[in-house]
């Protein structure tokens, strides 16, 4: 099936740790992005690439880094000096920069 | 960055009740779309509008593009307790003069259906 993937559902991370979580898509979509969701609020834009081994920052890319090496795949880490983690990420990607969004099943991440 | 201002908040309904909710913006879109979201779940797309005065209807949804661009509402008729849910409006295009085709998404409308 065509789609979006993403690892872990469920992440959860001590203190002053970095971690990575992944997001794949097979829908052969040359943009992805990364969505950060808090409760009780829209989604806003951490990351996004238009093509491979490109990528800009959205609203609120401190504290996170993303890499595009691949067309399928948009890995997210989240660092230590992202001051307030805990959040639901969402991944998405279009076939066009102005085309609709496709999203993945998200990324619960806690921080203990 | 930029929201758009989607009301209400919250609504709570009998099945088989009509719906309605609306977005605003002070700037004017390209792209308007409508999401829903189940609890601990990704967005799923529900409609897409790409031109002013625009009404398209999926099922017993229907999404109007505003004349004027900066508007859109989403209603669904004859309610349903799969309908419950967080819908999201997002709006595209050359909202602030970006180029790239960000989406700006509205705070979300809770939606409850009492069976």
């Known amino acids: 099936d065509g789609g979006i993937t993403q690892s872990p559902k469920y992440l959860f991370r001590k203190e002053g740790q970095n971690v990575t979580l992944s997001c794949e898509q097979n829908?052969?979509?040359?943009?992805m992005y990364w969505y950060r969701q808090d409760p009780g609020q829209g989604l806003r834009l951490i990351y996004y690439s238009q093509i491979v081994n490109d990528f800009q920052k959205g609203d609120i890319a401190e504290g996170y880094s993303v890499s595009r090496e691949k067309k399928e795949s948009f890995p997210l880490t989240v660092t230590s000096a992202q001051k307030n983690p805990t959040a639901f990420y969402l991944c998405?990607?279009?076939?066009?920069?102005?085309?609709?969004?496709?999203f993945g099943p998200g990324t619960r991440l806690t921080v203990l | 960055g930029q929201q758009l201002n989607q009301s209400p908040q919250s609504m709570f309904i009998q099945e088989g009740e009509d719906v309605s909710m609306n977005c605003t913006s002070s700037s004017i879109f390209n792209t308007w779309l409508w999401y829903k979201q189940d609890p601990g779940e990704g967005p799923v797309l529900l409609i897409a509008?790409?031109?002013?005065?625009e009404l398209t209807s999926n099922g017993r949804l229907t999404a109007q593009f505003g004349i004027t661009r900066k508007d859109s509402f989403l209603n669904i008729s004859a309610s349903i307790p799969s309908d419950v849910g967080i819908y999201f409006c997002a709006g595209q295009g050359n909202a602030g003069g970006t180029s790239y085709g960000k989406l700006t998404f509205g705070q979300g409308t809770i939606l409850t259906v009492h069976p």
């Open positions: 509008l790409y031109k002013a005065g």
């Open positions: 829908l052969n979509h040359d943009a």
């Open positions: 998405a990607s279009s076939s066009t920069n102005l085309g609709e969004q496709f």
